[in-house]
T-cell receptor, first 114, second 115 residues
Framework: QQQVKQSPQSLIVQKGGISIINCAYE??????FPWYQQFPGKGPALLIA?????SEKKEGRFTISFNKSAKQFSLHIMDSQPGDSATYFC?????????????FGQGTTLQVKP | DAGVIQSPRHEVTEMGQEVTLRCKPI?????LFWYRQTMMRGLELLIY????????DSGMPEDRFSAKMPNASFSTLKIQPSEPRDSAVYFC?????????????FGSGTRLTVV
């Protein structure tokens, strides 16, 4: 019940295309859903996050879509660029627990071809 | 703030040797997490501390692994004896109970290779 399942494991997209990464969770107590971006040789860094009281959040070319009833959320990268090539992790947390502990998905390696 | 600082960045050691990884969390953060990243298993939470006290070490794979946090500004993850299957990137992260998961910050990691 603590798991977050992420797919696909890897993704290749042409420059200018849309990249879509999906995540699913079981624990309905989760109330904070961030996405992390990791470049080679670096630690994961917070990209964008959403809470379940909204169905969508957009920051520039990055959008999170959230479906509370299906317990799924996804990251959409519009107009994908080679500089977006990285590993993306979804995560979930219970903010009420106050620990800041995040449960991570398995990660998706995105390659954007020029 | 300098962020979460890990050392060394790379470590190559022979099987059977002791390895110590180090982490300095962000000042004021009261939670510290150790993760291991591999291609097969992704990001695995090994152990985490709150106010220097270990809270959950259920992710520590074996007794060969141990972690300590002697004070608020320093933590170590030790592997003794090391084995080739321990080869991975080890990340330290810290967060503040005031900000919860929003303040979660990772270090740059230590790439461990055991030959």
């Amino acid at each position: 019940q603590q798991q977050v399942k992420q797919s696909p494991q890897s993704l290749i997209v042409q420059k200018g295309g849309i990249s879509i990464i999906n995540c699913a969770y079981e624990n309905t107590a989760f109330d904070y859903f961030p996405w992390y971006q990791q470049f080679p040789g670096k630690g994961p860094a917070l990209l964008i996050a959403i809470r379940p009281d909204v169905s969508e959040k957009k920051e520039g070319r990055f959008t999170i879509s959230f479906n509370k009833s299906a317990k799924q959320f996804s990251l959409h990268i519009m107009d994908s660029q080679p500089g977006d090539s990285a590993t993306y992790f979804c995560a979930a947390s219970m903010s009420s627990s106050n620990t800041g502990k995040l449960i991570f998905g398995q990660g998706t390696t995105l390659q954007v071809k020029p | 703030d300098a962020g979460v600082i890990q050392s060394p960045r790379h470590e190559v050691t022979e099987m059977g040797q002791e390895v110590t990884l180090r982490c300095k969390p962000i000042s004021g953060h009261d939670y510290l997490f150790w993760y291991r990243q591999t291609m097969m298993r992704g990001l695995e939470l090994l152990i985490y501390f709150n106010n220097n006290v270990p809270i959950d070490d259920s992710g520590m794979p074996e007794d060969r692994f141990s972690a300590k946090m002697p004070n608020a500004s320093f933590s170590t993850l030790k592997i003794q004896p090391s084995e080739p299957r321990d080869s991975a990137v080890y990340f330290c992260a810290s967060s503040s109970s005031n900000r919860g998961p929003r303040g979660y910050t990772f270090g740059s990691g230590t790439r461990l290779t055991v030959v």
